[in-house]
Structure formats: structure tokens, C-alpha cells
């Protein structure tokens, strides 16, 4: 069946396609979170097929590094992430109201002023 | 004037091998064992033919050469000094990984003697491109070691594989014949026996991690004939479809 | 590359459109106004069935384009004219594969494996884009599928970019970056071609003639024929029809084509200018389909490389496959 156009594919042995790959044939994956520069953090920016994460790393500097600069990068298999449930969100839901933990629930300058009003004669 | 012929046979040789290899490894792009490999194969045949033109480059910008597509794709065989274990068709991954291991070393360890040459252009390149070499040897080692320790099959491959490229890739090291102690001399590089010696050691530690057997080097036949011109039945192909579509007319752009 | 407009269906699941009615219907609501309300679904939301069959069957279609697209142009490398080219191609063919990667991904994260993929694709369960079933037979064929086909690739991806599912739109944001290049240099070797000697510009009319209706071919068939669209529309997972895709592909590249005085083999092409719309004769439907069903010039020689490649792997795959396996589908 090779009467391919292409040398490279002449070159192949070449039989129909039947082969049937097994789960797991691909290997575990990873997750890629990548450093632009040192000293920036660690972004995620994709997943990969590899047996372990020393060439989860060799994959990854290809795959995610290849392009523009790039300082660093992470694997950390995928089954080792661990998260919320989507639909679990709402522990978060009213964080912004605890706005005693920011520096923008604490307004001390109207109070200063309504002070300084009072007492009418603070030298600044 | 002082004759170059001695520098522009070392880098027609050394540009040699990466132009051939770095087709031959090209050729996996879209047929590696699983696509991550495929991609990170591809960059480096990328490497190997980015180090080509730069060698290239140097012939034709200090010495005249012809521009580096004329030279690179339209020589004869016989005037090409690649060495015999580049030219072998891709083969299976066994084949591919371990003269992939076997040359990469072989070429780290040459462009990193080169950051001491007295040519200029050579520890310019040197530097350039050290950290893609660091990558490559990197790669080449992680999986030589993985195969050589993961299953019989791979072990047994990688063993065989190993037997037969080395009379290969120790032919690498063969030395210019009328050349050879003009560029030691000259301090230009230190030697193919020098750099064959500190190749051993790397890839003694390597491959002994792997858990394979390096052949017995005194009794080992180097597989020399390359640098002379003389080539495999493959070279002559290979180069007939490198230049295929540029020999059509190679006074127009592509 | 490869978006592919057209999304193959399976042949006997043709009618198979109304299953999303067996899910909750609450939550069903919450779904659609979600992707109503622009935001994206991700991995772990809740989605109708029918959503995720039709985002994996779209999500891994694409995927198989992008590997087995790889095929007729990767052939080409060691033949590219040059350093120039050569590196060029290689990187673009790399960068092709890349894709696969990143949309097998994503397509794992609805739960269908790449081991299951790629069997379903080496089996013919499913496709990937027709154009690829043709041969790429001389360099100017690879400028112009370099050119035209990423360029309609570009558009239909740009289109999917905008769509409802989260990981698809991730990855489709750097394929899309990477497709600039593509486009970039598949124009400049076109244009190489286009504006060098006689010969040169033969083969690549003669390319352009052979690729034309293919390239027809590209967006699937007219709307007219290919309706049930409306709920993959609505989803947010279709998300531009194959007639506006075509059109919008006309109106960008065939200027660009002919300002270089090459000419398409299409005599009733031309923009109405009352309509603002192509006009075109009809590409022959009745050929897509039998190419489609495995009956094109290269479907036997690509999924045999393809096979090639998965078999002649295997020992690699299979000597490092870890005791410690623990398969997770990407998280995101
Ligand atoms: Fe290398
Ligand atoms: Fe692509
Ligand atoms: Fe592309």
C-alpha cells in the first residue's frame, strides 16, 4: 500500500492501521505552571503526558517553553492537585464584607478632621 | 597568506553532522512515540540545523565560502565530511535515542573545548549555544537511563542499540588526516583523540547508570571514512531530497 | 491548524440531537444562562450530556486535525527549499502537534482519555479535517495549505475561541497566537513563489488549482444541508455557521490571491456587490462525503503513518508506564 508521495513515509513499513492502545499507555499527566522571569510567580498554563515528572519537566520545556522568555517552570502531577468543588465557591462568598481585613475598611481621616474641627485650634 | 584550509575542514565537518542529523531527527516530527516526545525531538533537530547554518556562516563570511544554501545543498557527496553514523536512515526509537545520545554528547563536549579556541568565531558560538546543548544531553540522558533500567524489551534495545552505534559514533572522532596538528598547534581545538577521550568519561558515567554495558573499546573498530568523503550507500539519497526542491532552480527564492 | 469547520458526525448518530432533555431541568437553566451571560463552563460544572458529547466529538476532531495535518506537510521538511524554510516548516509542523497536544487536553478534561482518542481515530470512529486526505504533492502545495488552509483554519479557530467551554478557549488562545506565525510564514513562501520566476509560478497555479476545491470543501457543507445547528449555537459550542465561515475566508484571502495575478479555478466567483456576499459554484458535495467516509486519495496512507507512529511507540510507552500510575484528567 506505500506508493506514498513522500520519501519519508517510503521509507515506513507500512500495514493498516489496527493497533489498539491500552488506558494508561499515554502515561500520567501533569500540570505546567510556568515562571517567566526570575522572581515573577509561577503561572499554570497547561498539562502534559509524561512517566514521571523528570520528564514531565524535559516535556514541559519544550512544550511550554519554547517561545518567548522563560526563567523556570513546575510539574506537579495532576492527581496531586487538590481543590474545591466548584459549586463549593460559596466558603468564599463573603469575604469581601470582612472588609476589617483590608486596608480599605479603615477610613481614620474623617475622624482626624472631625477632631480637628472640634477642637478648633491644632497648630498642623 | 597563511592557508585556512585547516579551520574550514573542521567546520565543514562539524556542520556536516549537524546539517545531515538534524534532518535525519527532523523526520520524526509528527511520528515520535507520544506527541510531548515528538515536540521536544523536533526542537532539537530545530537546534542541530540552526548550528549547521551558524558553522556555515563562519565559512562563508570569513573565508569565502559560498553562501551557506549553496554550500550546504549543492555539493557533491564526495565533498561532503560528515561522519557515517548520521547518515543512517531514522530506524526505530531505540536506533534514533541512542545516536541521539551518543552524538550530543559527543558535540557538547567539542563546542564546550571550543570556549577555549583561539578562533574567535568558535567560542562566540560556543557560548551560543551552550544552554541548547545543556538541554539536549539533559534529554539524551534522562531516557537512555530510563530505558536502560525500565524493562527487559527496553533494556535489551537499548543494549543492542548501544553495541551497534558505537563503532559508529566513535567514528566521530576521526582525525583529519593532513590536518590534525596544525589546529592543535594553532590552538584552534584540542584534538579528536582528546575529545574522544573526554567523551568516553561522559558517557561512561551515563551509560553505566543506565545499566548497560559499554563495548570493549580496545577491541572496537572505529567506523572512519567520512571526513575523507567516502559515505554510506544513504548519504547520497538523503542529499538528493535535502536539495530536491532548492535544485530546481537555485538562483530563485524560496 | 486545523480547526475545521465542519464537525463530522458520526453516520448513525445523525438524529441524535434532543438527549440534553433527559438532564435536570433546573440546572439545565442555570447552564444556559451562565453561557448566556458570557461566562465560560469549566471541567467540573454541571453540563448537559449532550454538551459534553458534542464539545469531546468537536474538541477531539480538531485534535485529530492537527496530528494528522501534521502528516502532508511534516513529509516536506527535509525537502523544504533552503535553511530558511526548512526551519521555518519544521517549527510550524511542531507547533501543529503542539496543538494536538493542547486539545487532547482539553478534550480530557470531559472525560474521554487520548488513549480512547486515538483509537477512535485510528479506527475511523472519527475524523478530522478532509483537506488533509489529500496529497501534498510538490512545495507549492505546501505554501498553499501553509497560506489558505491555515487561514481558514485561523478563522474558524478565532470563531471556537469565543466559545462556551473554558479549557477549549484556553488552549485555542495560544494555538491562535502560534497560527500568526503560521499564516505569517505560509504567506511570505507563497508570496516567494508567487512573485518568482515563471516556473515558479506555475507550480504554484497548478497547486492552487488542485487545492481549490478542498479548500471549498474546508468550512463543511452549506447551511442549507447541514441544520441542527440552533442548540450548538445556542451553547455557545458552534459558533459561527460553515456558509458566514466560508464567506468571511472569501472576503479576507481571494483579493490576496488575486493582487498577485494568480487566478482560482472557480469562474463564478465573485463578491455580489449588492449582497456583500460570495458567490461561488457549488463544490461537489457528493465527493466531500465519500472522502469524508474514507474514499479520499490519502485517509488509507494518513491513519497507516499515524498507526505507524502508535505501534512503533509502544515499546517506549509501555517500558516506562509506571507502577505508580495514577491517571487524573487535566484540572483545567
Ligand atoms: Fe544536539
Ligand atoms: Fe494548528
Ligand atoms: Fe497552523
Known sequence: MNNSYDPRVKRLTLKDANISLREGEHWNIFEVFRQDKRGARHVHVGALHAPDPVLALIFAKEQYGRRKDCFNLWVVCSADILAFNDEDSDVFANNREKNYRDASGFKVRDKIEEFRKKSGNIKK | MKSTNHIKDLITKMADDELILGHRNSEWTGLGPILEEDIAFSSMAQDKIGHALALYEILHEQFDEKDPDHYAFLRNEKEYKCCHLVEFPIGEYDFSLMRHFLFDYAEMIRYETLANSSFEPFRLLSKKVKGELKYHTLHAEEWIKQLGNATDESHARMQQELNHCFPLAAGIFEPAKEFESQLMDEKIYPGEKKLYELWLDKIYSVVTQASLNLPDIGKVQPVFGGREGYHTEYLQLLLDEMSEVYKLDPGANW | MYGGGYIFDEPDRRQRTEEYEHDIPEKLAEFEARIEGGEKIEPDDWMPSEYRRQLIRLIEQHANSEIIGALPEGTWITRAPGFRRKMVLIAKVQDEIGHGQLLYNAAETLGKSREAMINDLLSGKTKYSNVFNYPAETWADVTVIGFLIDAAAIINQVANSRGSYGPYCRALERICYEESFHLKQGHEAFVGLAAGTPMQRRMLQDALNRWWQPIMHFFGPPDTISAHTEKLMQWKVKMASNDD???????????????????????????????????????DWDLFFKVIKGDGPCNKERLAVRSWAEEHGRWVRQALMSSKYRRHAPVA
Open chain 3, 245 to 283: 465561515m466560508r464567506d468571511h475566508f472569501l472576503n479576507d484571502y481571494v483579493p490576496k490571491v488575486w493582487e498577485l495575478g494568480l487566478t482560482l479555478p472557480d469562474p463564478n466567483l465573485k463578491k455580489n456587490g449588492e449582497t456583500g456576499r460570495w458567490e461561488y459554484s457549488d463544490p
